[in-house]
Nanobody, 120 residues
Framework: QVQLVESGGGLVQAGGSLRLSCATS????????MGWYRQAPGKERELVAR????????????VKGRFTISRDNARNTVPLQTVYLQMNTLKPEDTAVYYC?????????WGQGTQVTVSS
């Protein structure tokens, strides 16, 4: 089993910044990708950003240029242990519960979610 602990959510004004963290523990040896997803009320969960063990990244179009995903281990090795999501120039439409996801070749795990609220 893999446990994910997210932190860093909160309330911020439009134009502000927040940094989310997701730390893994447990059987993490096979974790080769981690990502942040978000779900706003009445909407489906969507990918925000994703990073692999080789540090390849992918972003949703809506956050490109404003959000940056990074990892704690710069040596591009498996496993990923901690990832961060730096969110700048936040907009009210970024308001959602943000979930961390850790994936291996065979399965995936979700964190409990952290609320991000951007006021206008």
């Amino acid at each position: 089993q893999v446990q994910l602990v997210e932190s860093g959510g909160g309330l911020v004004q439009a134009g502000g910044s927040l940094r989310l963290s997701c730390a893994t523990s447990g059987s993490i040896s096979g974790i080769n990708a981690m990502g942040w997803y978000r779900q706003a009320p009445g909407k489906e969960r969507e990918l925000v950003a994703r990073i692999t063990s080789s540090s390849s990244t992918k972003y949703a179009d809506s956050v490109k240029g404003r959000f940056t995903i990074s990892r704690d281990n710069a040596r591009n090795t498996v496993p990923l242990q901690t990832v961060y999501l730096q969110m700048n120039t936040l907009k009210p439409e970024d308001t959602a519960v943000y979930y961390c996801k850790a994936s291996s070749t065979w399965t995936y795990y979700w964190g409990q979610g952290t609320q991000v609220t951007v006021s206008s």
